[in-house]
């Protein structure tokens, strides 16, 4: 069975701060997917990065970066000096290939205030 | 391109009625999944279509059920509502390659039905 824990359900940020949200999995699988989305009030989910099993290499976009790591079963995100528009939830989530059945986290809401 | 839509946008329905929600994927994406989305459960996983068949199914009741058409469109069916069923629906497409790698899987923006 798979598993995706975020254990913080909420963050409170000051706009500029740093905010890291973590995001810890189980899996027995060797080839597995990780991603991050985002969801703002509307709803929709939106897609912000993938990562297969076999890439551990940390990516940076633009203020967000993520940090990969097999050996304790993490995939963190960071968001370097936060804007007021980055509040949302933003679920982290797996997907082992079997098919396009993704185990989401709880989620983390990110409060960031002026 | 236009992205995943999903209607109606909201529902109330009543206890013992059925609904159909409806889901257009990405243009050119075979695959799509669905998933309810509550307070309770958080996000969990409903099933997939490909290519007009059901690939995968979640744990759920099989009061919930679904279908594809051949132009990838998507519908899920909901008969004798409960009240537990009041969520969030959302559909996700997905470019899936027939024994292709997985995908990455787009969201709508989701249907809001609430069961009185």
């Known amino acids: 069975a798979q598993k995706v824990t975020q254990a913080q359900t909420e963050i409170s940020v000051v706009e500029k701060e740093d905010v890291t949200l973590d995001c810890v999995y189980e899996?027995?699988?060797?080839?597995?997917?990780l991603f991050w989305y985002k969801q703002p009030p509307s709803g929709e989910l939106v897609f912000l990065i993938r990562r297969n099993s076999f890439d551990e290499q940390n990516e940076i976009s633009g203020r967000y970066s993520w940090n990969f790591q097999k050996s304790t079963s993490s995939f963190n995100f960071t968001i370097t000096a936060s804007q007021v528009v980055d509040s949302a939830v933003y679920f982290c989530a797996l997907d082992n290939n079997a098919g396009n059945m993704l185990t989401f986290g709880g989620g983390t809401r990110l409060m960031v205030k002026p | 391109k236009a992205g995943v839509t999903q209607t109606p946008r909201y529902l109330i329905k009543t206890r013992g009625q059925q609904v159909t929600l409806s889901c257009s994927p990405i243009s050119g994406h075979r695959s799509v999944s669905w998933y309810q989305q509550t307070p309770g459960q958080g996000l969990q996983f409903l099933f997939e279509y490909f290519s007009e068949t059901q690939r995968n199914k979640g744990n759920f009741p099989g009061r919930f059920s679904g279908r594809q058409f051949s132009n990838s469109r998507s519908e899920m069916n909901v008969s004798t509502l409960e009240l537990g069923d009041s969520a969030l629906y959302l559909c996700?497409?997905?470019?899936?390659?027939?024994?292709?790698?997985?995908?990455?899987?787009?969201f709508g923006p989701g249907t809001r039905l609430l069961v009185l």
């Open positions: 996700a497409s997905s470019l899936r390659l027939a024994g292709g790698l997985l995908e990455t899987q787009y």
């Open positions: 899996t027995r699988d060797t080839t597995y997917y």
